[in-house]
Structures are given as structure tokens and as C-alpha cells.
């Protein structure tokens, strides 16, 4: 008989799923392509010694993935919420920011920046400069070894999921918001008989019975090759009130005459960090 469940972590083609009855299942998806991402529900047929198969997924209400020329990365099914995780320090990439967002828009999930390690209280005015460009995100500043309280009403009745580079304190967050979770992480490295796939998979932490939480593995990159020039440009919130402004209706925002978008650039109304985030992201696509 199948069974209906949510895929509560993803490590590669393995998959952690919990029925609806609420047993946990091992699972491998049927075929040879993990096309299957944590928060996603399926199909699972079980088979013998609490194996089980994944056959399909059902309808998604959104699905967050990053790309390159050759390959899609999933990082959450279902997700209502992109939470962006950011430090005083290392630095972080700006554009990598922006990257997320795009994809965030364009799959219709809200988002929220959260500048972590606020208690580094002489670099908070450099990382708050980097984030000016953002001004139309909610942003929580934090201390995620002191306090992650202030986060804790943009997560209720949501499910969110924690993207940021390696190093911003996303693992030092998620521990401070769910006691349980390093004792899910280290389950899971005994379930697989390794421990070296504990930071590259993403798991789904249940905060309180409206709320959950997807942490995903730490990124460097966030490919956006599946979206055209168009997806990109209407993806740009700050870009809308703009759109159908510029003299020619096929205008790239390059080097048209009376282009609307470079305009509101050159008036302030735009952050000029994201007219160049723009341009890079579109590179590509012109
Ligand atoms: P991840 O790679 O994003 O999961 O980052 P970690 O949670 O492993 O944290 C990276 C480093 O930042 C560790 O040395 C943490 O102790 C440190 N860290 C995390 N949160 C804070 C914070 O709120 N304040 C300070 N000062 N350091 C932090
Ligand atoms: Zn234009």
C-alpha cells in the first residue's frame, strides 16, 4: 500500500521521509535522478527492512532551486518564506543577496534578511552599507550565539528556509531555534554511516505546529540560468513601478536612449548596487 509523507531531509539521492502517520521512512527515489526536494510531499512505497521508494511527488506550491548551464539544485519544495542569513563578519557577497531574492520573487516567497553577530557591535554600520540596496526586505539584526528571539515572530505559520554562504552562524541559528537539531544532524551522519554528509544536506525542523524551518547547505554560488532576461527584470521589486517606461517596449536597460530603469538609477530612486546586480544576473540572457 503507498503512502503519503513529507521529505523532512535531502543528502543527495538519499531522502529522510515522514508519513503522514508519522512513521520515518529511509527512502530512494524510483529512478536514477534525484528530482526531489526536502519539503516536497510524495508517493512512497515501502519495501522490506524500512526501506521505502519514492514513485512521485504531488502538486508543488513552490519550489526554490538554484542552476547552472547544466543542472538544477533544489534547495526546498513548499516553502512560503526565504530567510537570508548575513554576518558582521566574514564578509558577504551582495550580489549572492540579490541572486537569492530573484529566485525568492519569482517563486512568490516572501523573504526577510537577517544581518547575524550584531553583538560585533564596530562592524554592524559596514554590513548595514552592504545592505542599504535591500531597504525593501524586512531585516532582523541578531546575535545568533546571544538571542535569536527577534526572528521568531517572521517565522510563525510559515515555513521558511535559511539560505546563506558558509561561516554567516546559519548552523549557530537553526541550534539556537530548535534545541533539538544537533541531535537530529548527528542521527542522521549514524543513519548513513558517515559523517561527512552532515553539512551538505537540508533538513526540515518543526519550530512549533504552524511553523517549520528548512536549513540548507551553505552556498558560494546562486545560478539563475533557468530564468530569462524577463523573469530576472520582473523579479526586481524596486523595478516595477518602471516597467513599460522605457522608450523601445524590448529595451535591455544597456544603452537605449531614454531608458526608465536607468533613469530612476540616476535620480536615486533606484540603489545603483542593484542596477549592477541587474546586469551581471542578465549577462547571459542579452
Ligand atoms: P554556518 O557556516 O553559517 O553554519 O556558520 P556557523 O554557525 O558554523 O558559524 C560560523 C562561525 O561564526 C562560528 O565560529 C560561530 O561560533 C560564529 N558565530 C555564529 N553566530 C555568531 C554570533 O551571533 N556572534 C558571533 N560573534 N559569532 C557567531
Ligand atoms: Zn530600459
Not at 59 to 83: C, E, W
Amino acid at each position: 500500500m503507498n503512502l503519503h509523507g513529507t521529505i523532512v531531509a535531502a543528502f543527495g539521492r538519499h531522502y529522510e521521509v515522514e508519513a503522514d502517520d508519522g512513521a520515518t521512512w529511509q527512502a530512494l527515489p524510483k529512478g536514477k535522478r534525484s528530482i526531489y526536494a526536502c519539503g516536497d510531499r510524495v508517493v512512497l512505497e515501502p519495501a522490506a527492512s524500512g526501506q521505502a521508494r519514492i514513485a512521485d511527488h504531488l502538486p508543488r506550491r513552490s519550489l526554490l532551486y538554484r542552476s547552472d548551464a547544466f543542472r538544477q539544485k533544489l534547495i526546498a519544495a513548499n516553502a512560503d518564506q526565504l530567510v537570508l542569513v548575513v554576518a558582521t563578519e566574514p564578509a558577504f557577497s551582495d550580489e549572492l543577496l540579490s541572486r537569492a531574492l530573484i529566485a525568492a520573487e519569482h517563486d512568490h516567497l516572501s523573504a526577510v534578511i537577517v544581518l547575524n553577530k550584531c553583538d560585533l557591535t564596530d562592524r554592524i554600520a559596514a554590513a548595514r552599507a552592504l545592505l542599504a540596496p535591500f531597504d525593501g526586505y524586512p531585516l532582523i539584526e541578531l546575535s545568533a550565539k546571544q538571542d535569536a528571539a527577534p526572528l521568531l515572530p517572521l517565522l510563525q505559520g510559515k515555513l521558511s528556509v535559511l539560505v546563506g554562504q558558509s561561516g554567516m552562524g546559519k548552523s549557530t541559528l537553526i541550534n539556537a531555534l530548535v534545541p533539538d537539531a544537533a541531535a537530529a544532524t548527528r542521527e542522521i551522519s549514524i543513519a548513513l554511516d558517515s559523517g561527512k554528509h552532515t553539512t551538505t544536506y537540508a533538513r526540515r525542523y518543526r519550530l512549533d505546529a504552524a511553523s517549520t524551518l528548512i536549513d540548507s547547505p551553505g552556498l558560494q554560488e546562486f545560478g539563475l540560468s533557468h530564468l530569462t532576461l524577463g523573469d530576472i527584470e520582473d523579479a526586481f521589486v524596486e523595478f516595477r513601478p518602471y516597467m513599460g517606461r522605457c522608450r523601445f517596449s524590448d529595451c535591455r536597460h544597456e544603452a537605449e536612449p531614454n531608458c526608465a530603469i536607468k533613469q530612476a538609477v540616476a535620480d536615486g530612486r533606484i540603489h545603483p548596487r542593484r542596477y549592477e546586480h541587474f546586469m551581471e544576473m542578465t549577462r547571459r540572457q542579452r
